[in-house]
């Protein structure tokens, strides 16, 4: 008969993010790696498989969680420009406060596996492809909604607004100045002005 495991698979994930996010994945070893999830050896293999596997599962949780979060949220009846404004605000309130941002910069270490790796390049162009369609639908509707200019790109919108996403940790990670974020979110939304 299996054995229950007597820790939360999901929280673990999540402790996972914080450890490669901090440490990246080739500074992570697994003595590191053991302490910081608070399980035995075992039970990591057992549930979760190699490092590489639970950095490439910690990744694909990390990008699944969130990016369903913003095409939910772009769904939402609400303006459009207001959704996205919100959306931005998150992710620079995450990454002011010191828990969060720490899930957030395991992106830096997947973004830099993306060469070596073919499932961690999918799961980047799935959501990639995901989440520009889900801005750019947005978009469509801001402009029919009358909030959006006709002349605007709203595929080269799209696709700058995915990638403004990312950039924000960057300059999280860059400097501890909390107003570069915030600079740098305005900027971003400033796209959606005519």
Do not use: W
């Not at 939360?8 to 500074?27: C, N, P, R, S, W």
């Not at 992710?91 to 499932?119: G, M, T, W, Y």
């Amino acid at each position: 008969m299996a054995r229950n495991k007597d820790f939360d698979t999901t929280q673990v994930l999540h402790k996972a993010m914080q450890i490669f996010g901090h440490y990246g994945y080739e500074g992570t070893s697994l003595q590191i790696l053991l302490e910081g999830l608070g399980i035995a050896r075992q039970s990591m293999y057992d549930t979760y498989g190699t490092k590489k596997e639970l950095f490439v599962k910690a990744v694909r949780h990390y990008l699944n969680e969130k990016s369903s979060a913003v095409v939910v949220y772009l769904q939402q009846k609400q303006t459009v420009k207001q959704a996205i404004g919100s959306i931005f605000n998150e992710i620079v309130a995450a990454l002011q406060d010191e828990d969060r941002r720490k899930e957030c910069f395991i992106l830096h270490s997947a973004i830099d596996q993306v060469p070596h790796n073919s499932d961690i390049a999918l799961m980047f162009e799935k959501d990639k492809l995901m989440l520009e369609q889900a801005f750019y639908d947005a978009l469509v509707r801001a402009q029919h909604e009358g909030e959006i200019s006709e002349k605007k790109d709203l595929h080269a919108i799209a696709q700058y607004l995915y990638h403004s996403r990312y950039a924000l940790t960057q300059v999280a990670k860059l400097t501890a100045d909390p107003k570069a974020l915030n600079n740098v979110a305005a900027l971003t939304l400033s796209v959606l002005e005519d």
